[in-house]
């Protein structure tokens, strides 16, 4: 069966960094877009990145575009998510979504909604 398992969050003060890595089993990995989320206490999941089943292609939240960068290595069938300059109110669960769906209708790439699978998630604290 399909499994996502994150790792690499952690406790990092504001302006530093960390890198997720997410390790997919169960289905194609090179033939799926993959996407990354995040979940803040008392507020509902939001989309943070996404990229596309090559790697060409990728799509980011305006609140991390800059400073979060995806990539994917289809050989480890694993996705990475790199945050550089993290700040509190980068705080959350960061799930790991196979499946997420994106457009390029128009440009820039725009995001769509998740795909199906998930992954149990990462806590990411960002310290002031």
């Known amino acids: 069966q399909v499994q996502l398992v994150e790792s690499g969050g952690g406790l990092v003060q504001a302006g530093g960094s960390l890198r997720l890595s997410c390790a997919a089993s169960g289905f194609t990995f090179s033939s799926y877009a993959m996407g990354w989320f995040r979940q803040a206490p008392g507020k509902e999941r939001e989309f943070v990145a996404t990229?596309?089943?090559?790697?060409?292609?990728?799509v980011y939240a305006d609140s991390v575009k800059g400073r979060f960068t995806t990539s994917r290595d289809n050989a480890k069938n694993t996705v990475y998510l790199q945050m550089n300059s993290l700040k509190p109110e980068d705080t959350a669960v960061y799930y790991c979504?196979?499946?997420?769906?994106?457009?390029?209708?128009?440009?820039?790439?725009?995001?769509?909604?998740?795909?199906?699978?998930w992954g149990q998630g990462t806590q990411v604290t960002v310290s002031s």
């Open positions: 990229i596309g089943s090559s790697g060409s292609r990728t």
């Open positions: 979504n196979a499946g997420t769906r994106f457009y390029c209708t128009t440009y820039p790439c725009r995001y769509q909604s998740p795909g199906n699978y």
